[in-house]
């Protein structure tokens, strides 16, 4: 079931400019939807999308034609015309949701971050930004280096699931993340942004995580 989380704009931009632009290069009338793999029968696809000034356009996508090089298309209002254009525009329909998403851990805006906490079973720090500069608070105090910060926030910043999972009961005992006990946190401003780090998976060179964003 879908959720509801960031989008990645370079995916969401590519179907929407393919919707606006696309153009019919053929036109078929008094056609028989049926042939065309356009009725409820057949496994074709329902889209719609809205505009910034709540105009709204759908488009029914069928099958392929024999060469694979083009898709069938019809507008609901007008079930006896199809229409012939790039079957690319059918693929993008059929990405998984996961194409879609936002993959990156940490979407912030360096500059408004004032305070980091790292609580993990190696490291547990505090970092405040004062009118100074970056303080080390905790476990002890002096200056901070900004430019380990800004590779810290950096770090978090680019880097993308490999892949995603509902957070389901079964899925959080498995990868430890039902009551993790280790964390990251990037508050800006009065936004607290969590990385929960649980379970690591030596093959990948990887660890599941989960963060507060879907929460919120």
């Not at 606006?20 to 793999?37: L, V």
Request: aromatic share 12%; proline share 4%.
């Amino acid at each position: 079931e879908p959720i509801k989380d960031f989008a990645d704009n370079s995916s969401v931009d590519s179907i929407a400019n393919s919707y606006a632009n696309k153009k019919g290069n053929q036109k078929i009338e008094k056609a028989n939807p049926a042939d065309f793999g356009l009725t409820k029968t057949a496994e074709f696809i329902e889209t719609e999308i809205k505009t910034s000034d709540n105009k709204v356009y759908k488009l029914n996508i069928g099958d392929k034609n024999p060469t694979g090089s083009y898709v069938y298309v019809q507008k609901p209002e007008m079930p006896d015309t199809v229409y012939m254009t790039e079957s690319d525009f059918r693929t993008w329909c059929e990405k998984s949701l996961f194409d879609y998403r936002y993959k990156y851990l940490l979407k912030v805006d360096e500059e408004k971050i004032n305070k980091i906490i790292v609580n993990t079973k190696e490291k547990k720090y505090t970092l405040e930004k004062t009118q100074d500069g970056w303080q080390m608070i905790s476990p002890f105090k002096d200056i901070a280096r900004k430019d380990r910060i800004s590779s810290l926030i950096g770090s978090f910043k680019s880097a993308m699931a490999k892949s995603m999972e509902k957070p389901t009961e079964e899925n959080l005992k498995k990868y430890k993340l039902k009551i993790p006990s280790e964390y990251i946190k990037f508050i800006e401003g009065d936004k607290d942004h969590i990385i929960y780090i649980g379970a690591g998976n030596k093959e990948k060179y990887s660890y599941y995580m989960r963060t507060n964003r879907i929460d919120d």
